[in-house]
């Protein structure tokens, strides 16, 4: 249950509160009527109402700390996700757009989706000269053709992978099969 903790840290404290209040209240009380000393008092009070009201109030406290925090982890997944299922409907998105709709720096997009690539949920290629977004599916992202320009690389590789001749990064999934061929620049672009 998702900010459930900051619920129950509330109310940890809250009980703390008034059963402290309720204990200062009753030991006041018969200290007032003369039926407990001075002494007694306090020690009823600090017994029986702060040493309570501490640990209910740290219980509380910590559960509250510890639920934000859930909150916040949460609002970054569902950012993740909202992106991943963004780019993965329209197949083309440009990197103005995704900061516009999700309300994402570009750092933020560039972290998210490196993120995703390592966590094996994303596969395609981004255009850095254009700033656009492509999901692929995993057999063309994962061959040794660069589906950006045409150009041969000679490993497929893992992860991100950089195009030499067009500068787009590749991003290959964990599972794509191991190839190797001969480097060819894409057509109309001389050998190096």
């Known amino acids: 249950m998702i900010g459930g903790g900051k619920t129950i840290g509330i109310i940890l404290i809250v009980v703390g509160l008034v059963l402290c209040a309720v204990v200062t209240l009753f030991v ?3 200290a ?11 020690l009823g009070i600090g017994a029986f109402g702060v040493i ?15 639920g934000s925090a859930e909150e916040k ?3 970054i997944v569902r950012q993740k996700e909202r992106l991943l299922g963004l780019i993965q409907a329209q197949g083309k998105v440009t990197l103005n757009s995704i900061m516009v709709e ?11 989706i490196y993120e995703l690539v390592q966590q094996g949920l994303f596969s395609g290629y981004i255009d850095w000269k254009s700033a ?19 150009g041969v690389r000679e490993v497929v590789g893992k992860g991100i992978v950089k195009c030499p ?3 787009v990064e590749l991003f290959i999934p964990k599972d794509a099969p191991q190839t190797t061929a001969k480097p060819e620049p894409p057509q109309g672009q001389p050998t190096a």
């Open 165 to 167: 001749y067009c500068g």
């Open 28 to 30: 006041g009380s018969g």
């Open 102 to 112: 999700q309300h994402l720096s570009r750092e933020q997009v560039q972290n998210y």
């Open 132 to 150: 656009t977004f492509y999901s692929q599916d995993a057999s063309r992202v994962g061959s040794n053709k660069c589906p950006n320009c045409g």
């Open 32 to 42: 007032v009527s003369g039926q407990t000393t001075t002494a007694g008092t306090i």
């Open 52 to 66: 309570p009201l501490l640990l209910f109030a740290g219980v509380g406290v910590f559960l509250f700390l510890r």
């Open 73 to 75: 982890d949460l609002a």
